[in-house]
């Protein structure tokens, strides 16, 4: 396996502790615009300059043009993407540019030079030829790169993976900034001295490294250094089904911003009997699951999708609903079980969508009730309590706050699709809440936004925003003691790269990253769990008990959160089915119009908790209640509820999704057999299966331990 030249993190969202720096709204906007105008001037003024001429004027000019371009490439990439919607791309910049200083040098000149400057000219245009031809065989190098399976935590070495080529000829911007640079500098020189060995030196040495890059991506189509064609990786797709034999996966397909879904099911996946999977679809998705040893396979296409059916694999959970959803659903030798991401009282917690499923699995008789009061086509027999396991970590109720702070969570969830103002606090209610929960002296806030905030409404961003604002400034007027030392945060931190960083090549692509990814060394996941865990309490050990924080990485988690709060401050989502594991006290925000009875009534959730209005008037009374619980008379009723949205604690939530998956492999099983005895009877099954292609030697795969 080559040696990376250089680390790049690979935590998956893991960052150090700090408040967040915030840009004001408007300002990336106004610095694109800024840059585009500084940019578009600089051309303006090599124009003036190239035909008055100008000699200062157009080395100023150039040279500015230049560093812009190097700006861009560098801190605003945005920028290069709105210039290229204008037709006005680095290609189109470059040449401009380079013509500008051959419009100068002719102006400047004598008419007799005309002939000699037109082999400068014709050099400058083979260049160019060039930038095309590299950027040609660079998507063939691509392409013959792009598997048709993406691989991670499998040993994928048989399909003759090699690292990436050097981004710089991948990148066409980069490229002709740096290949043509010793072009333009040598006609800026001539432009100066009026001696044209200078562009002729410039050009020449433009065209060396041109050649030179076309000719380091062209060994690359060599038969010998090309990956492993399509039907290669798949034959050895199909053979390394056949020698891990999974029996459960994951099924996931969605944005960048929904990773979390898939995230919290993956430990509860890892423990379970037998061999996990997770399926994924979109490429980009492999580096942003989370640590796990559990084998991680990207099926981009129908057609590879399809090679699941004749696999071992007997049961996919689902955690989300997607659009790619129904294409996995068309294999008849898996059961299919969803599984959500969270259980609240929305509509959304009961889709239409879910009765395509086998089964649907669910925490307890509440979701159930929920189901069946829904009507949405999801019959009860299908309908199957496993608790949540994300929670059975959940540290419960320890009795009032002990210290001199009392730690608020403030979870709002985001503003959903349908526009309706109680999916969200945040707009309504939002800023009301932070500012009475700063304005107690003795309170402590954590406020942690949905992924998704803003993400529909702007309105939503916008408050978002104002409350990080709120908190800085909570936090400038306040003053304690510091943790003398974060030395064992930083030791827990590097500790958790060595677990999870994996080291990539600068420019790295899939192919190569499926190389470097191999199989995880033995023990790497329950390693990686007790570092987290070693981690969030040397986070939270690193700050200041009197400061209010902004949490919004992976880490630490919300389940962390939970463990650090006395109460929690939500809106009717999943979150408050999840805390309701812990048994602390909590509040809803009641920002939807409705009458406090008629909020109760609707949201079974709501039932055990603080219902406060949008003018935040019953956070005193709140605060009161958790700090002397002898006034809080909503516990009995919390634990009633736990017991109607979570099901009991015994057994445990974790045996109770393995049982669940075990009786749906059963299922899965059974109707295997029966179809493949009617089809051997010469009953068409449901599909035909395909010869078995020829088996690639794989070395026994580790059983996946216990995720990170």
Not at 119 to 144: D, E, F, M, P, W
Not at 337 to 364: I, Q, R, T
Request: net charge positive.
């Amino acid at each position: 396996m080559p040696q990376p030249t250089s680390r790049r993190r690979f935590r998956a969202g893991l960052r150090r502790p700090r408040l967040p720096l915030l840009r004001a709204p408007g300002r990336p906007a106004l610095a694109t615009l800024l840059t585009a105008s500084v940019l578009a001037g600089a051309y303006a003024v090599q124009a003036v300059a190239a035909l008055t001429p100008h000699v200062p004027l157009l080395l100023a000019a150039t040279a500015l043009s230049l560093a812009v371009e190097g700006v861009l490439y560098r801190w605003q990439r945005g920028v290069p993407a709105l210039f290229a919607k204008a037709h006005a791309d680095v290609t189109v910049r470059h040449v401009l540019r380079d013509l500008l200083l051959v419009v100068g040098l002719l102006r400047l000149g004598e008419q007799h030079r005309e002939t000699q400057y037109a082999s400068l000219l014709a050099g400058l245009l083979l260049c160019y030829a060039l930038h095309c031809a590299i950027q040609a065989v660079s998507v063939l190098v691509r392409r013959t790169r792009t598997l048709p399976v993406v691989t991670r935590n499998i040993d994928a070495s048989a399909l003759r993976l090699s690292p990436a080529p050097p981004a710089l000829l991948r990148r066409p911007g980069h490229r002709l900034l740096v290949f043509g640079l010793p072009a333009t500098a040598g006609l800026t020189a001539t432009a100066v001295t009026d001696d044209a060995r200078y562009a002729a030196a410039g050009t020449g040495l433009s065209l060396v490294l041109a050649l030179g890059g076309l000719a380091v991506l062209s060994l690359r189509l060599l038969p010998g250094r090309r990956p492993a064609g399509e039907q290669e990786v798949l034959a050895w797709f199909d053979s390394w089904l056949a020698e891990y034999r999974p029996t459960v996966g994951l099924y996931f397909s969605g944005g960048p911003s929904s990773v979390y879904q898939a995230g919290m099911w993956l430990e509860p996946l890892a423990r379970l009997e037998g061999r996990p999977l997770i399926v994924l679809r979109e490429r980009f998705m492999v580096s942003r699951i989370p640590a796990t040893d559990i084998p991680i396979v990207c099926l981009p296409k129908v057609p590879t999708l399809m090679r699941l059916e004749h696999s071992t694999l007997q049961v996919l959970i689902h955690p989300s609903n997607s659009g790619k959803t129904s294409q996995v659903l068309r294999i008849p030798t898996i059961k299919h079980a969803f599984v959500n991401h969270g259980e609240s009282d929305k509509l959304s917690s009961c889709n239409p969508y879910a009765k395509a499923y086998d089964e649907v699995w669910v925490a307890g008789p509440a979701a159930r009730e929920r189901y069946a009061l829904a009507e949405v086509g999801v019959e009860d027999k299908d309908v199957v309590e496993i608790g949540r396991p994300q929670l059975d970590a959940v540290r419960p109720y320890a009795g009032p706050p002990t210290g001199a702070y009392l730690t608020v969570l403030y979870a709002p969830t985001w503003e959903g699709w349908d526009g309706n103002p109680g999916n969200t606090s945040l707009i309504e209610a939002g800023e009301n809440l932070v500012r009475a929960l700063l304005g107690d002296p003795r309170v402590r806030l954590l406020y942690k936004p949905h992924p998704l905030t803003g993400s529909v409404d702007p309105r939503a961003g916008a408050a978002d925003r104002r409350i990080r604002e709120l908190v800085r400034a909570a936090n400038r007027a306040r003053s304690g003691p510091r943790p003398s030392s974060s030395e064992e945060l930083a030791a827990r931190t590097a500790e958790l790269d060595r677990l999870t960083a994996a080291e990539f090549r600068e420019g790295a692509d899939q192919a190569e990253r499926m190389l470097v990814q191999s199989v995880p060394p033995a023990g790497r996941a329950e390693a990686v769990a007790r570092a987290t865990r070693a981690w969030e309490k040397a986070y939270w050990a690193s700050l200041p008990e009197w400061e209010h924080q902004v949490v919004e990485d992976a880490h630490p988690s919300l389940y962390s959160c939970f463990d650090t709060a006395d109460l929690l401050i939500s809106d009717v989502s999943s979150v408050i089915s999840d805390f309701l594991a812990s048994g602390k006290p909590y509040a809803v925000t009641n920002t939807g119009g409705l009458t406090e009875e008629t909020f109760r009534a609707r949201f079974p959730t709501v039932t055990a908790a603080t219902v406060l209005t949008p003018d935040a008037t019953g956070v005193p009374a709140l605060l009161e209640t958790v700090r002397h619980p002898e006034k809080d008379h909503l516990a009995e009723a919390r634990a009633e509820l736990r017991l109607h949205l979570l099901g009991p604690t015994e057994p445990s939530s974790q045996e109770r999704f393995a049982e669940a998956v075990g009786v749906l492999g059963a299922k899965a099983a059974a109707h295997r057999a029966r179809t493949t005895g009617r089809t051997a009877t010469g009953v068409p099954g449901p599909r035909q299966a395909r010869p078995t292609p020829a088996r690639i030697t794989l070395p026994a795969p580790e059983r996946p331990g216990q995720l990170a």
